[in-house]
């Protein structure tokens, strides 16, 4: 254990924790997806969970706290939301594939540094930095600009999801949004590197060139820093879970777990 944690123990809180078992058991790893800022673990079960499940992998979703079902917490940090997904990451029975979405990616990069995964894959991955803020402001001025003074970040639809989502669908997932705490936003724009991952697990990044809030650039820089390319999805907006062609990414994740038998 680290000295700071020792010393600053992160405050404990109830979370979120939803699941789906396979029908028969296969020895496959446990997945843990991760939702980004302002999404719960709803986001998940909404599609993924299930069809996960349906190949053979046990599937968990969580909620950060503050999010989606878990305590509310106004005042979190970047080091509250790691904690969050190692507690919950070591509850699980076998060790885990860590899965995060969005500001969910920085956050499994960061608690790859403290659980020794089975193997990491970062959707849409926000890294943070300024690269992250001036993509932001661009796409969505008035949504950020809040932000970046500690209020509300507001993503709109067409951030969000491809034009091929249903309306009803796209109003039904923007009004489950929630927001971060202001101080996880600041950290998140300062963009501090995570520190090496445990045992060094294969990482493998899935996005969309097509997404309106991680530029193409980014999700290079990001497959790059884990020595591999993006797996790219055109025609896709950033919440790949919930978009209408959301199986085609998740498949490609699982397939690309059950190639490799070190990862499943």
Known sequence: MRGREWARPVRPARREVLGVDPELEEGRPPLLFVPGFGHGAWAFAEHWLEHAASRGFPAYAMSLRGHGGSEPASGATLRAYTHDVVQVAAGLPRQAVLVGHGAGALVVSHALARYPARAAVLVAPVLGGAATA????????????????????????????????????????LARLG??????????????????????????????????????????????????????????????????????????????????????
């Open 179 to 264: 927001r971060a705490g202001r101080r996880a936003q600041w950290q998140l724009l300062a963009g501090r590197a995570a520190e090496p991952a445990v045992g060094r697990p294969p990482v493998l990044v899935l996005g969309s060139p097509d997404d309106r809030v991680v530029p193409p650039a980014v999700l290079t820089r990001a497959a790059r820093r884990y020595g591999a390319a993006p797996l790219l999805f055109p025609g896709m907006g950033h919440d790949l879970m919930l978009d209408t062609r959301w199986r085609e990414p998740l498949d490609a994740l699982l397939d690309w777990l059950v190639k490799d038998p070190a990862r499943s």
């Open 134 to 173: 001036v993509a932001a402001l661009r796409a969505n001025p008035l949504g950020t600009l809040p932000a970046l003074f500690g209020g509300a970040l507001r993503l709109h639809r067409r951030q969000l999801f491809s034009r091929e989502l249903p309306e009803a669908d796209a109003r039904r997932h």
